[in-house]
């Protein structure tokens, strides 16, 4: 039983990687197909890894988890943890919580590269696929529709970023209060 557990647990363990690194080097091309300055697309790439390196550690988790239950069920055995799993650093126990939270800022990091990027139709589609398949798998939301909204926080985003580049206040005729 021990050795099939642990079987498992690896073989899940390559799976995982393998999907990361499918998502991360489409993620890559994604940013770096952008129409935006070099800066940004450094920034994105550097949040992009931030956060998925985080929501990462949440997707094995609940993959392992879901593989150590269904062992569990078939040895009806309360104390099965600790009597068929070596201390080999195999299974992983992130901070769930600090996990979701970042797997939320990785769903918006991502939903804003997909709507910004200009891959072909098919890698966007199968990034899109890959995306929506990880964070389902983690209980957390991506939605690729664009709002129109968007515009609007990312122009006052833009323009936030460029005056704080010169250190230059602007202020608009509605800034002044009425006297």
């Given at each position: ?62 993959n ?48 804003r ?31 690729f ?35």
């Amino acid at each position: 039983m021990n050795t099939e557990l642990i079987q498992d647990l690896k073989s899940q363990k390559q799976k995982d990687d393998e999907l990361f690194l499918e998502i991360t080097n489409l993620m890559i091309s994604a940013i770096q197909s952008t129409r935006v300055v070099q800066n940004i697309k450094t920034k994105f790439t550097k949040q992009f890894f931030q956060y998925f390196t985080i929501s990462k550690q949440l997707y094995s988790y609940l993959n392992q988890k879901a593989i150590i239950e269904s062992h569990r069920h078939e040895t009806n055995n309360p104390e099965f943890l600790s009597r068929y799993i070596p201390d080999d650093n195999l299974i992983i126990n992130p901070p769930v919580n600090f996990c979701e939270r970042s797997s939320n800022e990785l769903a918006d990091i991502c939903r804003r590269v997909v709507l910004a990027t200009r891959l072909d139709e098919k890698e966007k589609e199968k990034l899109k696929f890959l995306l929506l398949n990880f964070f389902i798998s983690i209980n957390s939301e991506i939605n690729f529709e664009k709002n129109d909204d968007d515009d609007e926080n990312i122009n006052r985003k833009i323009e936030f970023s460029a005056n704080n580049l010169f250190n230059i206040p602007v202020f608009s005729i509605a800034d002044i209060p009425p006297k």
